[in-house]
């Protein structure tokens, strides 16, 4: 069932990734050939699976590198393969190749979402697939512009009709996303609402909710929430439209649960795998990959509970007093322990030296059967199955939960309950990764400031951030890294190596748009992107 299943999305991303491809010619040909299906023919059911699955590609892969290793969740292994990550950790290079994956993996995709809303639909049928459609662009849309600013939205993905677009206001960007959001909202209650002729969604075609159009409202809420969360520190006219849109959402409902998406994974070959198990567990045949990346010192020694008082140079003192003395218990399921601990090396570091100090090859912590839903960590038919087979998150429910605290803390005249989503925030974390002894580490926690609900409000925010930080490891850190250009929490060093004095604001727009779309991408330089400019994402500047 899920391998037949998984097929029909792959084939279906396949067929529509085709005609989006070859439409720019197919309007140069003379005869036309009949048996050809054309793009305005592809129906949403065969665009939208496929879409999604390869958008949460990019999530899996290239942005749990980009987001883990700048968080200094991971690091290299250096004891085994060197000196990897030397631009990661220096951040001498980044320029408009680096981690270019994201923004050619993710807006090149995002125009499949606009053909949906393109379909006919003079009978309201497509309604379901465009609410889900408008939810996902926004989705995604948000991470493009808190990673790169402006973005082409009001002239894209037009194809051959305009090859080139002009670049959007990050700021308009944001609103009208938000709208999108809003109208997607409104079509889900009016399919609620009458006797309409939209089709369900099915398991089939919707690999993220199979049809519960009330989920994808409720997604749609806490999105909403993301956005204009992210714009807490803004003033002025932004100011006003944010608070505006916050009481908007009295009374709306949020996801209660972890977002998965599973188109139908499974074991079968590569491609059918879990991304995320495939890039950095095992392939379809069992053979290990992903072996250059490691748990960080600096991560290890936070859910160890700072057994050896590490102090590192440059980096204050008092960076781990929170975690001293208080061993996470979820520290065995998001990592494999050595000797009963975690063992990671020092961002920067190589084999000898201070943070990876046995020289030759030594263990080191991998990724824990909490992430990968193995039994155990041998290389066995059981286990490959039931990583492949593990769906994927878009967004966690302690994602969501750390959100609503935030909303709560820092709105508190709009938003109740921080305390309450906090701690459910850390509960879901544990529930996910399947960790016993959440009700005692919370309690424990509670009495640090900066790691559990007490102290100052920036200390709760701080708390609010480290935990999501720690939930987010080979998850979703992407989310930690904007979060942390925002409020600057945690607090997360730099690698040894670094010879910048900050982490990128934002990214270079990558090489594919200076080739493409010369004319009209904005000129950001390597230089702009450690300093708060006018490129800078508005909501940081």
């Known amino acids: 069932m899920k391998k037949t299943l998984y097929k029909n999305v792959r084939n279906a991303f396949l067929l529509s990734t085709v005609l989006v491809a070859a439409s720019c010619n197919r309007y140069l040909d003379i005869n036309e050939n009949p048996n050809n299906v054309k793009i305005e023919q592809v129906t949403p059911e065969l665009i939208f699976p496929g879409a999604t699955a390869q958008l949460f590609r990019t999530q899996a892969t290239t942005m749990n590198a980009f987001g883990n290793l700048l968080m200094n969740g991971w690091a290299g292994n250096s004891y085994v393969f060197g000196s990897p990550f030397v ?73 051959q009709n305009n090859l080139t677009p002009k670049y959007d206001d990050d700021a308009l960007v ?43 409202k409720a997604f749609a809420n ?72 490691t748990i960080s010192e600096h991560q290890a020694n936070a859910l160890n509970g700072d057994p050896n008082n590490l102090v590192l140079p440059n980096n204050p003192s008092t960076v781990y007093d929170k975690y001293r003395g ?91 309950g921080a305390q ?9 974390s544990f529930t996910y990764l399947g960790s016993t002894g959440a009700a005692g580490y919370i309690t424990s926690a509670n009495t640090r400031p900066g790691l559990g609900w007490t102290g100052t409000d920036t200390q709760k925010l701080d708390a609010i951030m480290t935990q999501a930080w720690i939930a987010n490891t080979s998850i979703n850190p992407t989310e930690s890294f904007i979060n942390y250009n925002k409020t600057g929490f945690p607090y997360t060093p730099l690698a040894s190596t670094a010879t910048k004095p900050n982490k990128p604001y934002r990214l270079v727009y990558p ?27 508005f909501w940081n500047q």
């Open 511 to 537: 090489v594919s748009e200076f080739a493409a779309n010369s004319a009209n991408v904005p000129n950001v330089t390597s230089a702009d992107v450690f300093v708060k400019n006018a490129f800078t994402p």
């Open 87 to 159: 631009r990661e950790f220096n951040l001498n290079s980044v320029d408009n190749s680096f981690y270019n994956g994201i923004w050619d993996g993710l807006y090149r995709t995002l125009g499949n979402y606009t053909l949906i809303e393109q379909y006919p639909n003079t009978t309201g049928a497509q309604d379901n697939y465009i609410a889900a459609a408008k939810i996902m662009r926004a989705f995604y849309m948000q991470t493009l512009v808190d990673l790169y600013g402006d973005v082409p939205l009001s002239d894209a993905f037009k194809y």
């Open 326 to 416: 208080l061993v996470d218990p979820r520290r065995a399921r998001l990592w494999t322990t050595v000797s009963g601990v975690l063992k990671g090396v020092r961002q920067g570091a190589l084999s000898g030296e201070p943070g990876a100090p046995q020289s030759g090859t030594n263990p080191v912590s991998r990724q824990g059967l909490g992430i990968t839903s193995e039994l155990s960590t041998a290389n066995n038919a059981t286990n490959i199955s039931l990583g492949s087979s593990k769906p994927g998150v878009l967004m966690s429910l302690s994602q969501t939960k750390f959100l609503l605290a935030e909303a709560a803390l820092v709105f508190p005249g709009t938003f109740a």
């Open 420 to 428: 309450a989503n906090f701690e459910a925030g850390i509960t879901a």
């Open 174 to 216: 944001y609103r009208n996303e938000i709208a999108d959001l809003e109208a997607a909202i409104v079509l889900i209650n009016k399919t609620a609402a009458t006797t309409s002729t939209a089709l369900v969604p099915t398991a089939g075609t919707d690999p993220v909710f199979a049809g519960n159009m009330q989920n994808w």
């Open 222 to 293: 806490t999105i909403k929430l993301k956005y204009l969360m992210r714009m807490s520190k803004v003033t002025g006219a932004n100011a006003t439209y944010r608070d505006q849109k916050l009481a908007s959402l009295a009374g709306a409902t949020y996801v209660t649960q972890d977002v998965l998406i599973n188109p139908g994974y499974n074991g079968s070959t590569d491609t059918q795998q879990n991304p995320f198990y495939n890039f950095y567990i095992r392939t379809s045949a069992g053979a290990r990959t992903g072996q250059a990346y």
